[in-house]
């Protein structure tokens, strides 16, 4: 948990001021974590349930890591051989059952119960991913020297400024091409 607060630290450096304030609920939160009180515990993660370790996790945490383990089972080679031999099983079974229409609801009804769930396993894994490649991101930009601080925070931007923030760099993308063929242009001139 201390690695998560420390990356948002670095994402709140150069965020606006509201991530900011949600930088420091963090650290309250993690500080009061960090006591060995467990009233602390509870109360600085909201709706907490305690871990096989006694620590207090919330159940964001017991979820996230679920989904994780469930993603990392799901993508293995004998998952995928698992499914394939309930799909064989039940279509072998299908003689014995006359081909009714229950034993056709059973694979409908499983598959669809399955899928729908793994939805919110992959969306959850999705959205951990893309949170860890942009913290990662903007540690890269806050740390290069003549990198904009303001690129670090971009995912929290709205659809406009994002929008008005691609039209510029595509500017400068252009003003860059156009600099650099009139300078080939030119060494091309004086070769010839």
Not at 54 to 75: E, I, K
Not at 165 to 184: T, V, W
Request: glycine share 4%; with cysteine.
């Amino acid at each position: 948990m201390a690695r998560r607060t420390n990356k948002v630290k670095v994402v709140a450096a150069a965020a606006p001021q509201g991530a900011k304030k949600s930088a420091a609920k963090v650290d309250a939160k993690s500080d009061a974590a960090s006591d060995n009180k467990p009233a602390a515990k509870a109360a600085a993660n909201g709706n907490a349930a305690p871990d096989r370790k006694g620590t207090s996790r919330t159940w964001s945490d017991l979820f996230s890591h679920m989904a994780s383990t469930t993603a990392h089972w799901t993508g293995k080679p004998i998952a995928f051989l698992l499914a394939a031999v309930c799909i064989i099983v039940w279509a072998a079974t299908g003689p014995l059952f006359g081909y009714s229409d229950t034993w056709q609801l059973v694979i409908n009804t499983s598959t669809t119960i399955v899928t729908f769930l793994m939805v919110f396993l992959i969306q959850n894994t999705q959205n951990r991913d893309t949170m860890a490649l942009q913290l990662k991101l903007s540690e890269l930009v806050l740390a290069m020297k003549n990198a904009e601080n303001r690129f670090a925070s971009a995912e929290d931007l709205s659809d406009d400024e994002l929008e008005k923030l691609h039209e510029e760099l595509r500017a400068q993308a252009d003003a860059a091409r156009e600099a650099l063929n009139s300078r080939r242009a030119s060494k091309n001139k004086k070769a010839g």
